[in-house]
């Protein structure tokens, strides 16, 4: 079964900075994508960093510079590492994970993943 638990979240200032972290257990495919989706209350679900198997990444506009995915095989973690946050990125982020996407492009959309964590709220407050 697979599972995904994402931390990290919380409360910051205009400028501050966050680590979320996302446990993965029971993945067993040796070839495969995951992704940072966030929604804010209203909105619907935007994908924000992606990372496949082949190291390949991909970032929506707004954050690109800012943030950035990682992955820790080793651990079976996926980060992102959040710098120079805004208001506007206040937001509840979720894990998502699946096989690989072969289609960089497709990584950020939401329809490419079956296995979702519950995400964790990150709020920035200006």
């Known amino acids: 079964q697979v599972q995904l638990v994402e931390s990290g979240g919380g409360s910051v200032q205009a400028g501050g900075s966050l680590r979320l972290s996302c446990k993965v257990s029971?993945?067993?495919?040796?070839?495969?994508?995951i992704a940072w989706f966030r929604q804010a209350v209203g909105k619907e679900r935007e994908g924000v960093a992606a990372i496949g198997s082949d190291g390949k990444t991909r970032y929506t506009e707004s954050v690109k510079g800012r943030l950035t995915i990682s992955l820790d095989n080793a651990k079976n973690t996926v980060y992102l590492q959040m710098n120079n946050l805004k208001p506007e990125d206040t937001a509840m982020y979720y894990c998502?994970?699946?096989?690989?996407?072969?289609?960089?492009?497709?990584?950020?959309?939401?329809?490419?993943?079956?296995?979702w964590g519950p995400g964790t709220q990150v709020t920035v407050s200006s």
């Open positions: 029971g993945f067993t495919y040796d070839k495969y994508c």
């Open positions: 998502a994970a699946d096989e690989y996407v072969p289609l960089v492009v497709h990584r950020l959309l939401p329809a490419a993943y079956n296995y």
